[in-house]
C-alpha cells in the first residue's frame, strides 16, 4: 500500500460557564493576591478546539469523521460543562481548580481515550480559550 | 454658523461575568421550565456597545472625546460588573433578573445621565452582547 | 400599570449552502455579464440574524424568550436550508434568484408570522451575510 | 406594477493607513491634552462599511449589483487611502482633521453622488471602524 | 555571516465554493450513512492560511515578500477555486473527494514546488477552514 | 514528586502603529519596487500573542500568572510600541526595518529574558498579526 498522508484535523465548540479561581490551600487574602479579581465568581463564553492527527483513509478522504469528533466532544465536554458553575457542578472536575491549564488538562484527559479508539488516529492538542485574549493548549506532555 | 455634520460614534468595552435566570415570583419547577439551562449558575465574555449622536464640533472633528466615553464605561459600567456574579455582586442590579434584555435597560439608566451632560450629545442605543448569537438593544425607548 | 421599556433581542444562525445567481429571464451570456462569477455554482457560510421588538415583560425579564427565537429560526429556516443548493432543494425558495436581498425578504416573509404569535413581539429586521463583506438587511418595507 | 420590498445592502473594505489627531487652532500642548496619545504619529486596519437603499429589482433580485458597489468604494476610497498617511497623503482629506468621525463625514460626500446615480438606490449610512473597539457611523444628518 | 534568525511567515486567503462529499466506491446509501448532510450539495466561505519558514534577510527584514506570497496563493488556489464547484470544475482536484483533509492535501502539493524556488524558504503547513469550527492542517508528512 | 502536566499558555495584547519599509541599503526605486505600497507611511491594528511552556504547579493550577505575562507585554512592548511610528519612536526599534518577521524576533529578544525569571517558564512562540491575513511567528530559532 502506498504512502498516505498525514493530516489533523480540529473541530471548535463553544460552552457557557462560571467559575473562580480559589486554591483550597491557601488563605483568603493569599488566594485574592494570587488570582485577584479571578478570585471571585465570574464567569466565560469559552472555546475548546480538539486536534486529531492520522492518515487519511482514501476511501473517504477523512482522517476521522469530523461528526464523529463533535459528537464526542459534544458527549464528553460540551453536555458536561455548559452552563454549569466549574467549581462544583462538574463530576470530573472535582478538586481541579478551574485554571485554563487545569481544564485543558482535564479535557485531554478525558478525550483522548476515547480518540484511540478510532483507528489510526491520535489526540494531539487541546486549545482552551476563555477568552480571546487567554488561551491555554495542552498536548499530553508532562515533566520528567 | 453654517450646518455641522451629525454623527454616531460607538464604544464597545467587554467583561466576564456569572448570572443564572431566575424570577422571585416564579417556583422552582417554573424557573427551570422558562429559562432551562440559563437557570443554572453559568457566565460569560459580555461586550456592550455605547452609542452617541451628535454634532461634530469643527474645531476638534469630535461629537464627544471617545477616550470620554470609554472613561465613563469603565468606570460606570465595566468597573462594577467586570468579574462578578450579576445577581448579588452588584448594587445598581439588585433586584434586576439578569437577562440580556434587563442588563441593556439598566445600563442605558446608568450612563445615560452622563452623557447627557456632554454639549449636544446624547446616548441613543445600548447593545449587549451575551455571546455573538445572543443580542439585546436598548433605545429608550417605552410602552404608551 | 407602569411603563415598559422596549427592547429588541437578536438572534444569530449559521448555516452552509450552495447557490448560484442566474435570472431565468436572461440570456446565458446576459447573466454571465450582470453576475459575474456568482453566475457559477459556488457556495458561502451563511449567518443570518431575526431582531424582534417589544415590552420586557417584569415577570421574567424577557421580550420573547430567545430560546424560543432560535427554535423558530432553526425550524423555519436553518433546517430547510442548511446543507442544501438554494437554487432547487428549498420549496419556499422556488422562483427565488437567491442573491442575498431575496433571500432576506423570503426569510423575513417566512418568519415574521410566526413572531407576531408572541404577545407585543414584532419582527424589525432580518439581516443575511453572506460573507463578513457582503450584507442584506430586511425590515418589510416596500415600495408605494 | 407591483410593490417591491425596499432592502439594504452593505459592503465592507479594510485599508490600513496611517495618522494623528491635530488640531491646527490649537497649541501643541492644547492638543496633547485634547488627544491624548492619538496626538502621535500611529495606525490603523480601517474597515469601512456602505450601506444602500432601494428596492428589488425583480429581473435580477439585486437592489444593486454589489460588484459595483466594490468598485465604487474600491475606486473612491480604498485607492486614495490605502497604505498611505491620512494628515497629508490625501487630496480629498486635504483640512481635515482625520477623526473616525470627520473620515465617515468626507467618505459619505464623495460617495453618495455616485450612489444617486444608479436608479432607485440611496446611500442611508457609513460606517468607519479604527478598530472593533471604536466606531464612527453618518448618515448625511446635519444641524438645523 | 552571523546567524539569523528563523521565522515563519503566514498569509491567508478566502474563496467561497461549492462542494457534496461522495466516495466513488460506496453506494448511495453508505454516502449518505457516512457523510450525512454533507453528503448533498452546500458550499462554504472557505479560509486558506499557507506558513512560509525561513531565515530573515538582513537587508530587507524578509523571509519572502508576502506580497510573492499572497500572488501564489491567488494564482495557483485561489483563482482556481472561487466560485467553483469543487467536485467538477477544478482541473487540479479531478479524482478528490473535496474533504478538508484532501482540499488542504491538494493545496499542499500544488503550492509547495513553487515556494522552494524561494532561497532558503519551505512550506510548512497548509491550514484549510470549512468555517471556523472545522480546520484541516497539513504538514507534508506520511505514513511509513 | 508526581510527574506534572505541561501547559502553554498564551496571552495577546494589541496595539496601533504607523510604520513604512524602507531598506536604508537600498535607493528609492529599488525599495519602491521591493516593497511597493508598504514603502510609503501607513498603520496597522497589531496583535501580538506570546507563549510561555512550563509544568502546572498544583498549588495554584498555573504555568505563570496569566496576570504577570499581560504585565510583561504591556511593559515592555504595548507601553513602548502603542501610539507610536515604528520607524524613529521606540528605543528598541532603532535600526529595525519593522517588517512583520523584525518585530517577531525584537519583541522576542525584549521578552525572552524575562519569561526565564519565571520558575520553569520558557518563551516559545512570538507571534505578530499585521491583520488576520498577515502573520509573522518567531521561536527562537537561527540558521546554524
Redesign the interface.
Known sequence: MS????????????F????R?H?P??SDGENLA?Y???N??????YSVEA?VRG??EP?????M???DLMRLLQELLIGEV????LNT?VPFLAD???????L??AFWNRLQPQIETFKGCQLTRIRLYE?????????G????
Chains 1, 2, 3, 4, 5, 6 share one sequence.
Open positions: 504512502q498516505l498522508p498525514v493530516v489533523e484535523i480540529r473541530r471548535r465548540e463553544e457557557c460557564a462560571a467559575h479561581l486554591a490551600n491557601l494570587l485577584g479579581p479571578c471571585t465568581l465570574h464567569g466565560h463564553n486536534t492518515p487519511v476511501g473517504t478522504g477523512m482522517v469523521n469530523l461528526t455548559d452552563h454549569k458553575y457542578d481541579v481548580i478551574p485554571t485554563a491549564e487545569n485543558a488538562v477568552s480571546q485574549n487567554n488561551v491555554a493548549e495542552y498536548c506532555l508532562t515533566t520528567p
